[in-house]
């Protein structure tokens, strides 16, 4: 069964620093990986989407990367700012069940000006 | 195009009474998929349809619980009768077919029971 972490839970880092967000899945059997953010009170907003063949994806300060055979997922924030202050899930599509997708529990960040 | 519309956007009811949740996907989208979100479990899969046909529906807690989809532009989340432990908020979702799309979600409706 296919399980997704996040670790750590909760960051918090002082403004304009670069930070890793961090995501593991127990099977490497997986179509795509998706990373969202979500604002307290709001839905899930995309940020980036990683097919299994992709190695990384890369939209202005984010970048994403995946390493499908150590089921590992990392999300690079470049240079951060107070507005970047969020829950950022990643969520997982399963070659084997590839309807649904399995959602971490995502971290929340906190960047402080 | 207007993204996945959810309505209420809040909703307050009393124990005991029937609480209806309401979606439109995305036009062209094939997948819609009802979740369900606390700070206790995370966000949980309902229930999802495909072509408007229920496909999985073994994340639904109870009987309370029914989903709809009559047409490819209206979904229905229907809990009866309501409880406390129903408060969460309930996110839709849709997606196109498309194992290479990813999903978008609606702004939730933030139910509570009281």
């Known amino acids: 069964k296919q399980e997704v972490t996040q670790i750590p839970a909760a960051l918090s880092v002082p403004e304009g620093e670069n930070l890793v967000l961090n995501c593991s899945f127990t099977?490497?059997?997986?179509?795509?990986l998706q990373w969202f953010r979500q604002d307290p009170g709001k839905g899930l907003t995309s940020l980036l989407l990683?097919?299994?063949?992709?190695r990384e994806q890369t939209s202005g300060r984010l970048n994403a990367s995946l390493d499908k055979s150590s089921g590992r997922s990392t999300l690079y924030i470049a240079a951060s700012q107070p507005g970047d202050s969020a829950t950022y899930l990643c969520?997982?599509?399963?070659?084997?069940?590839?309807?649904?997708?399995?959602f971490g529990p995502g971290t929340s960040l906190s960047v402080i000006p | 195009d207007a993204g996945v519309i959810q309505s209420p956007r809040h909703e307050v009811t009393e124990m005991g009474q029937e609480v209806t949740l309401r979606c439109k996907p995305i036009?062209?989208?094939?997948?819609l998929f009802w979740y369900r979100q606390t700070m206790m479990r995370g966000l949980e899969l309902l229930i999802y349809?495909?072509?408007?046909?229920?496909?999985?529906d073994s994340g639904m807690p109870e009987d309370r619980f029914s989903a709809k989809m009559p047409n490819a532009s209206f979904s229905t989340l229907k809990i009866q009768p309501s409880e406390p432990r129903d408060s969460a908020v309930y996110f839709c979702?849709?997606?196109?077919?498309?194992?290479?799309?990813?999903?978008?979600f609606g702004s939730g409706t933030r139910l509570t029971v009281v």
């Open positions: 349809f495909n072509n408007n046909v229920p496909i999985d």
């Open positions: 036009s062209g989208h094939d997948y």
């Open positions: 099977d490497s059997a997986i179509y795509n």
């Open positions: 979702a849709s997606s196109f077919g498309g194992l290479t799309v990813g999903y978008t």
């Open positions: 990683i097919q299994s063949s992709q």
């Open positions: 969520a997982v599509r399963p070659d084997t069940s590839y309807d649904k997708v399995i």
